[in-house]
């Protein structure tokens, strides 16, 4: 465990250092979400309606965005390398920096959404659901997109390769997600929802984290 | 088990083999079809609601049981190239992921015509289609994968591995997209009790099924023999090919 906290407190350290890097998925975020009325509508029946699928959908492209920063700077300076011979399970090793990554990219994107959903005239007493599924499912998001990187890590050209490989395995999130706070927005039962995206971060939880490991170490061959 | 696979998994031992298999695949999938598509043009009946256009389903259905039939076989593929880390088993998978795209794309546009018709438009945002369009984006990563390596063998390892993500990923996908909206029927041959299909249909059904299946076998032994071929064409074995045709 111990493993677990100074990689984890290293790379927090690391993302407070590169403050201006990390704030770029959090700005495309927020421009992206305004965009979504300019091009649409500023009609606010439609945008309400529309509010939980562009947010979550924006939140999935900026985590994607992000998602290179979490092993490449390592994997050039050839940091990764070392870290990956240190004894000790190296599931906790990538279970850290995918923690440090969460931290730094997903919990910002919860803090944001309730803002911006504001603005897309999101019924109030959703925003709850809004949030509690976000809190869910960015780990989730951050744990797929892991595996992605960690594919391509090696190709010149990976950033958009891996945003191709995962996305697809984005849609049961995003499924899940929106179906609750639409649920939500319409005063129905949402625990059911809340329990699916719960089981789906466990067994992510779970089970990724050997899969990285596993295309890492195909990334170094 | 182990002997098994690296008797049948050694390069020179796999391309002569698989030649008589691909010679006799390729003759009974001239057959099948033959039989097949004489029978669902000529002898099947027309439905008595969708009359002609179900015929469409001879083509579309097995299509569609292959797109998910060559992701198992991939990604079994995929585990046999991990573990055992077999040189056949790598290109299978990558000539896997080809094959599965082209039965997924095949089983999407028969779907889209069929549907014109019958549902009065060409795509609907339903649970079967979406998740058969999410397979072929599958299959489309794992392909691009495949090939972004200057090694191909890094990148079937790469493919390898997303295959098997996905392979748990692919019922999560299924049911999440089920619940989400559904308008297609439901399944009319898999049903444990009694098809709900009449008998006349589900004969050319499974011909055309049993001809899909050898046709994929058959064009999959093909292309792997190429690749093999092209891979290994440094070795002895290849030479002694070579100098035995010339």
């Known amino acids: 465990m111990r493993l677990f906290y100074s990689i984890l407190y290293r790379d927090l350290l690391l993302a407070i250092r590169r403050r201006r890097e990390l704030a770029n998925p959090l700005v495309f975020f927020v421009i992206v979400v305004s965009l979504f009325p300019l091009g649409v509508s500023p009609d606010k029946e439609l945008l309400s309606q529309m509010a939980p699928g562009v947010i979550w959908v924006t939140a999935l492209l900026a985590t994607l965005m992000s998602m290179d920063a979490m092993f490449r700077s390592d994997y050039d300076d050839g940091s990764l390398e070392q870290l990956l011979l240190l004894p000790g399970p190296k599931v906790l090793l990538i279970g850290a920096k995918i923690t440090a990554h969460w931290i730094s990219i997903g919990l910002p994107l919860v803090i944001l959404a309730p803002i911006m959903s504001l603005l897309l005239y999101f019924p109030t007493h959703a925003i709850g659901s809004l949030v509690i599924t976000l809190l869910i499912s960015t780990p989730i998001l951050s744990l797929l997109g892991a595996v992605g990187v960690a594919l391509t890590l090696s190709l010149r050209s990976g950033g958009i390769l891996s945003s191709l490989l995962i996305l697809p395995f984005y849609i049961p999130v995003l499924i899940f997600s929106t179906m609750a706070i639409n649920a939500s927005a319409n005063q129905l039962p949402v625990s059911g929802y809340y329990a699916l995206l719960g089981a789906f971060f466990i067994i992510s939880a779970l089970l990724i984290p050997f899969a990285v490991v596993a295309a890492l170490k195909v990334s170094y061959n | ?246």
């Open chain 2, 1 to 246: 088990m182990m002997q098994f696979i690296h008797k049948y998994g050694s390069p020179r031992y796999y391309y002569q083999w698989s030649r008589g298999w691909q010679k006799w695949l390729a003759i009974i999938t001239v057959a099948l079809l033959a039989i097949g598509l004489y029978q669902s043009f000529f002898v099947a009946p027309p439905d008595y609601q969708q009359g002609e256009t179900v015929r469409i389903m001879y083509i579309h259905v097995p299509a569609a049981w292959m797109s998910m039939f060559v992701y198992m076989v991939m990604a079994f593929s995929g585990i046999v190239a991990l573990v055992w880390r077999i040189k056949v088993a790598e290109i299978v998978i990558g000539e896997c992921a080809v094959l599965g795209a082209s039965f997924t794309a095949m089983a999407l546009i028969t779907g889209m015509l069929w549907g014109k018709p019958m549902w009065g438009t060409y795509w609907v945002w339903d649970a079967r289609l979406t998740s058969e369009l999410v397979l072929l984006f599958l299959y489309f990563g794992v392909i691009a994968l495949h090939g972004a390596f200057d090694d191909p063998r890094t990148g079937a390892k790469a493919a390898a591995i997303l295959a098997i993500v996905g392979i748990i990923n692919i019922p999560i996908i299924k049911y999440s997209v089920e619940w989400w909206n559904t308008l297609h029927q439901g399944p009319s041959v898999t049903k444990l009790d009694k098809p709900s299909m009449h008998i006349s249909m589900l004969i050319p059904l499974l011909i055309m099924a049993i001809a899909f299946k050898t046709f994929f076998l058959s064009l999959l032994f093909m292309r792997s023999r190429a690749e093999l071929l092209s891979r290994e064409k440094n070795a002895s074995w290849v030479k002694e090919i070579v100098k035995e045709m010339s």
